[in-house]
């Protein structure tokens, strides 16, 4: 028989005995990094290719001057055929035909109180596109198609014996479509990317909605394709929506003066038809996918030899309920112990925090199981222990994932001047689920924050506007990026694409886009 | 970014003349070159320019740029000097400055007056003007300069391409 006590204590309520110095400790400790920032692999995402050929064995340039290869055409998109040709070549000689593309991941450092962000990773990498030959008279001509791949510019090079002997090059041009172009207030219009490139300005695109910037979409991981769905917002009447390329994720808006020009953008005109009232409240989770790590924030300790645990369920949201077994422990006193971080990134600091959840008596069969709340904390990864005599003898993640409180919205129907409250449980504390970025009608207006409030968010704001039905959105973001040069990649701003793209979905996160609406009323 | 990269391959060589001789004299614990690259007889401080000559219009004519689209003119435009004796080589000194592009023809550079005038206060410079062809490939363009010495005959040979930063035609 188990016997369970003090359960459902906060996070912030302090603890005694060794657990709390060993606390201290940890307390006193600046934050440092389990590992140096590491490229991350992207989970596999459904739909989208890999490399567009096997690496390629370096190669070097042709002292005696490279020949020209001519792509015809040497625009399009992916997909496009094309026909390569040279002369001039080594007559009757077997050619590697190679591409130049890139391999992109975002790095992270996984520290026990975040993980930190540090930007995208890109490695230029070369693969075989396709194998060729040269006629008896040094001619070569290929039929080929442009890749599935990331846009922009690709040299391609005939290379034999490891080295190159012409160079030729060809654009894969991004394709567009947004779909549908017409209909009533909080239709939802998706937007669909392909052949977005793989450098700094070409793989985000800002979404501009009647000259308010709407949040961005990107293919950092997706090799140049990128989806997302934004909701059409009054009033009735045509409205604009751009595409543009974005550097920073905001928008590059005379991009065509630039040295990438050529990237371009797009405009769409849709049309709201009416106002048929307010959409009910949807919430949109990122698709299910199978994470790359394994490293867990506050995932400090291993289980021992000998002791087996688990949770019923790996995630839930606050205040729900999970059930904890283990056996191999020695019959006597427990206690499990929550492991968190606490603080604040406006200057005061952040650290570990450790809670215990409850004490437990482990009979003579040294089995455990028992039944948790999770604590009304920050979300994302945490780690649940299991200590005996002050020593960790079992260990198992669990991640809080995010929630609304009582629904969200404190109404759908205001005056002008009303106060509109939205109300969130469950926001982490890393660098990339501490905030949510917020739009109201397509409007970029700023981000809340849900770190000090141990994980309690709120956006408190006025009702404003013409009478009618007026959109609230809230999206993942990233809040800091550490280190980047001029490569810096962030903003607080609406990740569009965290469905697909977002970095901390290789470490089986899973944060989803809220979308609210409400009327004004007269 | 590209722009810039002509501009700190002038750059890196003038500071290389510049600090060369205090270099030298500092009290080194053990022999080593104190430039990122091998010691050389030659320097050359290159740019490339929007030429008047362009089919395409650019924004601004005689910007630096390592990016040109179709039917731009490049201007190759440089300064070659004697490492040894700091003197800028002139039309006595060098019998031909050509640019190799690859699939063109050498293209010669003359000794002239920047801008083409024979203003006495313009600076002269080795120069040629390429328009870049409407099928030219696109993506990275690689091109090296070659001097020949008229005293001792010898070719030098410049390649300004620094890995990963290619200059680059686009459509």
Redesign the interface.
């Known amino acids: 028989m188990i016997t369970t006590s003090a359960s459902h204590l906060g996070p912030r309520v302090r603890w005694t005995g060794l657990t709390a110095l060993v606390g201290l400790v940890w307390f006193l400790l600046p934050a440092q990094a389990l590992a140096t920032p590491q490229p991350v692999t992207p989970p596999q995402i459904p739909g989208i290719a890999g490399l567009p050929g096997p690496v390629a064995a370096a190669a070097v340039?042709s002292p005696q001057?490279?020949?020209?290869?001519?792509?015809t055409p040497?625009?399009g998109p992916p997909g496009t055929p094309f026909v390569l040709t040279g002369s001039g070549l080594p007559p009757s000689t077997d050619l590697d035909i190679t591409w130049?593309t890139a391999t992109k991941q975002y790095i992270m450092d996984v520290v026990p109180d975040s993980v930190d962000f540090y930007g995208r990773k890109f490695s230029?990498t070369t693969v075989v596109l396709a194998k060729g030959r040269t006629d008896a008279s040094g001619n070569l001509s290929l039929n080929l198609k442009f890749p599935q791949d990331y846009g922009a510019?690709?040299?391609?090079y005939a290379v034999a014996g490891g080295v190159q002997l012409a160079?030729?090059?060809?654009?894969v041009e991004r394709t567009y479509s947004v779909s549908p172009l017409k209909g009533a207030i909080g239709t939802e219009i998706t937007i669909k990317l392909n052949g977005l490139g793989w450098l700094g300005y070409m793989d985000t695109v800002a979404v501009i909605w009647d000259n308010r910037y709407a949040g961005f979409l990107s293919s950092v991981t997706t090799r140049g394709q990128a989806t997302a769905t934004i909701r059409a917002a009054g009033p009735p009447g045509k409205h604009t929506l751009e595409l543009v390329p974005a550097s920073a994720t905001t928008p590059f808006l005379n991009i065509t003066?630039s040295?990438?020009?050529?990237l371009g953008f797009k405009r769409y005109t849709f049309t709201v038809t009416k106002d048929a009232g307010p959409p009910p409240t949807k919430v949109v989770w990122p698709l299910d996918l199978a994470p790359t790590s394994s490293e867990r924030t506050t995932f400090r300790t291993a289980t021992i030899a000998g002791v087996n645990a688990k949770v019923s369920t790996g995630s839930g949201t606050v205040g729900s309920k999970v059930q904890l077994t283990a056996s191999g422990l020695a019959p006597g006193a427990a206690v499990i112990q929550w492991n968190t971080a606490v603080g604040t990134r406006t200057g005061a600091g952040y650290s570990n925090s450790y809670t215990p959840l409850a004490n437990v008596t482990i009979p003579a069969s040294g089995n455990l199981d028992t039944t948790l709340t999770v604590p009304d904390d920050v979300g994302g990864w945490h780690t649940i222990e299991v200590l005996q005599g002050g020593a960790t003898k079992a260990s198992v993640p669990y991640r809080i994932d995010q929630s609304l409180f009582q629904g969200g919205i404190n109404g759908t129907k205001f005056k002008r001047g009303d106060r509109i409250t939205i109300h969130f449980k469950g926001v982490g504390f890393t660098e990339m689920d501490n905030i949510l970025a917020v739009t109201v009608d397509n409007a970029y207006i700023g981000y809340v924050c849900g770190f000090f409030s141990a994980g309690d968010t709120v956006l408190d704001m006025v009702a404003s506007g013409e009478p009618g039905t007026h959109l609230v959105d809230f999206y993942p973001t990233i809040y800091k990026q550490q280190k980047g040069g001029?490569d810096i990649w962030y903003g607080a701003t609406p990740f569009l694409t965290y469905r697909t793209d977002y970095p901390l979905l290789a470490l089986g996160y899973r944060l989803p886009a809220y979308h609210f609406a409400y009327t004004i009323v007269k | 970014m590209k722009m810039i990269r002509a501009l700190v391959v002038a750059a890196t060589t003038a500071a290389a003349l510049a600090l060369a001789a205090p270099a030298l004299a500092a009290d080194a614990p053990f022999p080593m070159n104190p430039f990122p690259g091998p010691s050389a007889e030659y320097t050359f401080n290159l740019q490339t320019l929007m030429g008047h000559g362009s089919k395409v219009k650019p924004a601004v004519y005689c910007a630096d740029s390592s990016v040109f689209r179709r039917g731009n003119q490049v201007i190759f435009r440089m300064y070659i000097v004697d490492a040894k004796t700091g003197k800028v080589m002139n039309g006595k000194d060098l019998s031909s400055v050509v640019v190799k592009i690859a699939g063109i023809a050498d293209l010669k550079t003359g000794f002239k007056p920047q801008g083409g005038k024979p203003d006495a206060t313009a600076p002269w410079l080795w120069s040629a003007a390429w328009l870049v062809p409407d099928d030219y490939p696109l993506g990275a363009f690689k091109f090296t300069v070659q001097a020949k010495v008229k005293k001792t005959g010898k070719v030098v040979t410049y390649d300004p391409v620094i890995p990963g930063t290619d200059w680059s035609i686009t459509p």
Do not use: F, R
Not at chain 1, 259 to 262: F, K, L
């Open positions: 340039p001057g490279l020949k020209l290869l001519k792509a040497d625009t130049s230029p510019l690709h040299d391609i160079k030729g090059g060809v654009l003066q040295a990438v020009g050529y001029n």
